[in-house]
């Protein structure tokens, strides 16, 4: 199993971003994926989950209305838009194959003006 994060980097607060996670070695469409999340100095949090077709989405109430997970199984990629972004979410950003323990490297996201 491979997980590659991508997509992060420094944006001003207010503004957007959109991550990327390319997965590998695994049948991709018959697991959920999820997005969590490590701030500095704090535990690493669930950000966000789809179900592996991608008709269930479930996210944390921080970020409800702000994030938009999604998926295509034809890449084997899946996705996380993050608009209206906060400094509270700076963080390295991982995604996760539910059921299995394989993380990424992660993907640094600083929202700082």
């Known amino acids: 199993v491979q997980l590659v994060e991508s997509g992060g980097g420094l944006v001003q607060p207010g503004g957007s971003l959109r991550l990327s996670c390319a997965a590998s070695?695994?049948?991709?469409?018959?697991?959920?994926m999820s997005w969590y999340r490590r701030a500095p100095g704090k535990e690493r949090e669930l950000v966000a989950t789809i179900s592996g077709y991608g008709d269930n989405t479930d996210y944390a109430a921080s970020m409800k209305g702000r994030f938009t997970i999604s998926r295509d199984n034809a890449k084997t990629t899946v996705y996380l838009q993050m608009n209206s972004l906060k400094p509270d979410d700076t963080a390295v950003y991982y995604c996760k194959v539910e059921g299995i323990n394989t993380w990424g490297q992660g993907t640094q996201v600083t929202v700082s003006s």
């Open positions: 070695g695994f049948t991709f469409r018959r697991y959920a």
